[in-house]
């Protein structure tokens, strides 16, 4: 569709003009993530905003409800992904999660670029990898690692109330959460979702990487 064409180029010149800060690691704790834009999600077109991005409120990004089953992080919220294989680029692991976590196989030329790396409470340097996903109009929940798969429409993200910014007396910097109908998700996946609204939606070179996490993510 021309919507979803605009909207493919626009986030592909924004990440072009885009400069990626990377954190050095080590690969065994390097992981990257998918935030896979669905062309055709659920949102609506909001009056008054610019025309890109009523384009982009009919786009959804892919995330799931990790298995409560998993003796880390379960039951949040998460973009699919996983360690960095030894070998594997993260554009590469990122394209495998997305098969393993919800079998939705992409090819190679559905990678449209990189956010910042993001290094998380619990030891591991997220790389957030982003991706054309296209309809995906069949994804089956892995349940070994996945409870749930959820379309999140765009729209959510440009939310005159996102970011929720909480202090903390632990911290310099506050907890970073993104609203999500009648809830919310933490950091670090609403760091990453609020740096890809900042950067690929608005063209706006935001940083996230000293925001806080809540204390239940730093296991």
């Known amino acids: 569709m021309e919507r979803d064409r605009h909207l493919r180029n626009l986030i ?10 990377s954190v ?22 909001l009056p008054g905003l610019p ?18 089953e998993l003796r ?27 098969v393993e976590e919800v079998a939705l196989a992409l090819d190679p030329g559905a ?11 619990s030891g591991f340097v997220i790389t957030p990898v982003v991706v054309w996903a296209g309809a995906a109009r069949s994804m089956t929940p892995n349940l070994g690692e996945v409870q749930s798969i959820h379309r999140i429409p765009v729209s959510e993200l440009l939310r005159a109330d996102a970011p929720i910014l909480d202090r903390v ?5 506050p907890v970073l959460r993104m609203p999500v109908g009648d809830s919310w998700i933490a950091a ?26 809540p204390a239940f993510a730093w296991k």
Do not use: K
């Not at 010149?13 to 990626?20: I, Q, T």
């Not at 007396?169 to 910097?173: L, P």
């Not at 690929?200 to 000293?210: E, P, S």
């Open 12 to 21: 592909e010149a924004n990440l072009r003009a885009f400069s990626v800060h």
């Open 188 to 213: 670090p996946t609403a760091a990453i979702l609020y740096q890809f609204r900042e950067v690929c939606i608005g063209g706006r070179h935001t940083r996230v990487a000293h925001f806080e996490q």
């Open 111 to 121: 990678v449209l670029g990189r956010l910042d790396d993001f290094v998380t409470r």
């Open 72 to 98: 880390d992080h379960a039951g949040q919220w998460a973009l699919p992904g996983g360690r960095i294989e030894p070998g594997e680029s993260a554009e590469q692991a990122a394209v495998r999660e997305m």
């Open 51 to 68: 025309r890109h991005v009523a384009w982009s409120t009919q786009a959804a990004l892919i995330l799931t409800r990790r298995s409560g």
């Open 24 to 45: 050095s690691s080590d690969r065994r704790r390097a992981a990257a993530v998918a935030v896979a834009i669905v062309d055709e999600g659920h949102g609506a077109d």
């Open 169 to 173: 007396e632990s911290s310099a910097h």
